[in-house]
């Protein structure tokens, strides 16, 4: 038997891991909103998937020993569902102007590094032009 406790416990851990799983997973959704469906895209899914249910199976093993009841897969799908209801319209625009912000500054870094390496390949260029001049004479 598990204490009441821990099952109140488990009933509000599922419901909150639940609306967690829809905020990452919905947050996922929106980083390859407008990519094609590539191998790249299912292996970070796949990883994803994988590493938060492992987190949430080892989560209950801590808390109730790893007995799984239906109803924590019933209240966790509750807790998407609530996610997706009542947060997503809102939460939505905000991953838009993130993802927005983080682009311009990974833009602009690989500017940077685009400039630096140019730079890097003249100089090279010209030492080996100069050894090249200086071994023919």
């Not at 799908?77 to 997706?84: E, M, R």
Request: with cysteine; proline share 1%.
């Amino acid at each position: 038997m598990i204490v009441l406790a821990v099952q109140i416990r488990i009933f509000l851990l599922s419901i909150i891991i639940g609306w967690i799983y829809g905020i990452c997973y919905s947050f996922l959704l929106v980083i390859f909103m407008k990519r094609k469906i590539t191998l790249f895209r299912i292996l970070i899914e796949i990883v994803f998937q994988f590493v938060f249910h492992s987190t949430v199976f080892y989560l209950l093993y801590i808390l109730n020993n790893g007995t799984f009841r239906l109803y924590y897969a019933l209240l966790f799908i509750i807790g998407i569902i609530a996610y997706y209801k009542l947060y997503y319209p809102y939460v939505l625009p905000l991953y838009c102007k993130v993802i927005d912000c983080v682009k311009v500054h990974i833009k602009r870094i690989f500017l940077v590094f685009s400039r630096y390496i140019s730079i890097i390949m003249k100089v090279s260029k010209r030492k080996r032009r100069l050894h090249n001049d200086t071994s023919t004479n």
